[in-house]
């Protein structure tokens, strides 16, 4: 098992920053894949970034492209998202999520563990 805890959500005005953190801990020896999934109320969750562990590739949603980072810290077992010139529309629940086995993150049906969640709000 492994568990996820996000940190860093909030409220910012529009074309402001945030970075948010997601610390895995458990069995964690085996990540294969960690990223962030959103989701606003009505909605289905949407995929936003992942990052694969070992080689440290990096896939964006087009929507956030340019504008979030998606990085990670092996020795602390961490992913972080920044994200900069923040619109109204980033307003959302940010979850963090991750998979221990070889296959995508791209889809909320891929992941395998997820965390809590964190609320980020964009005022305008």
């Known amino acids: 098992q492994v568990q996820l805890v996000e940190s860093g959500g909030g409220l910012v005005q529009a074309g402001g920053s945030l970075r948010l953190s997601c610390a895995a801990s458990?069995?964690?020896?085996?990540?294969?894949?960690m990223g962030w999934f959103r989701q606003v109320p009505g909605k289905e969750r949407e995929f936003v970034a992942r990052?694969?562990?070992?080689?440290?590739?990096?896939s964006y949603a087009d929507s956030v492209k340019g504008r979030f980072t998606i990085s990670r810290d092996n020795a602390k077992n961490t992913v972080y998202l920044q994200m900069n010139s923040l619109k109204p529309e980033d307003t959302a629940i940010y979850y963090c999520?991750?998979?221990?086995?070889?296959?995508?993150?791209?889809?909320?049906?891929?992941?395998?563990?997820w965390g809590q969640g964190t609320q980020v709000t964009v005022s305008s």
């Open positions: 999520a991750a998979r221990t086995t070889v296959g995508g993150l791209s889809r909320a049906s891929e992941v395998a563990y």
């Open positions: 458990g069995r964690t020896a085996g990540t294969y894949a």
């Open positions: 990052i694969r562990w070992s080689y440290g590739s990096t």
